[in-house]
């Protein structure tokens, strides 16, 4: 078959005719369409690199790539579970910003100093972004509408900003 074969004319055709089949099923599943795009472009590109175990013998290409498509639908919730993950422990850190910076004690207060500097740190529109999570607690997408970000650029932010919060405070010993 032209697929496994690896002519890039098979791999369009597939793309142009079950592209869709695989958005909806990642739209239904993550229930963000960003993700869902992200999942969509992943399958595709699995596909390509897995081609050449595709046999037509044991099954039809629409089934083999949605089976690809579970697959990439289950490792980006698996991912954002993680990220929820990262989230709580960097957040597990955070003093409680209702409380008076005069009735905290001090180890919270240096938490809170020492996390405030991270977020610094950070830059713009990243520490922003951060202190909307976490100081406001909004969700992706509120954070999205309140600065006129594009949600997957907002999404990117976090991530990589946990990743580099939780090294910066594992570093510090203020990390659990």
């Not at 005719?17 to 699995?46: C, G, K, N, Y």
């Not at 600065?147 to 976090?158: A, F, M, Q, R, Y």
Request: charged share 30%.
């Amino acid at each position: 078959m032209a697929f496994a074969a690896g002519e890039e004319s098979a791999i369009a055709d597939a793309y142009r005719h079950l592209a869709p089949l695989v958005r909806t099923l990642a739209s239904r599943a993550l229930r963000d369409q960003t993700a869902a795009d992200d999942v969509t472009q992943e399958v595709f590109i699995r596909a390509w690199r897995l081609r050449e175990g595709f046999d037509p013998s044991l099954g039809r290409l629409p089934a083999w790539i949605v089976g690809i498509t579970r697959r990439a639908i289950a490792d980006a919730q698996s991912s954002t579970a993680r990220e929820h993950r990262k989230f709580r422990a960097v957040s597990a850190v955070l003093p409680d910003p209702e409380y008076a910076e005069g009735s905290q004690s001090p180890e919270t207060l240096a938490d809170r100093l020492l996390l405030d500097g991270e977020l610094e740190r950070l830059g713009e529109p990243k520490g922003s972004i951060m202190r909307l999570a976490f100081y406001e607690d909004l969700t992706h997408e509120q954070i999205s509408r309140r600065l006129d970000l594009p949600l997957g650029t907002v999404k990117s932010h976090i991530h990589r900003s946990l990743q580099h919060l939780r090294r910066r405070l594992e570093v510090d010993h203020a990390a659990p």
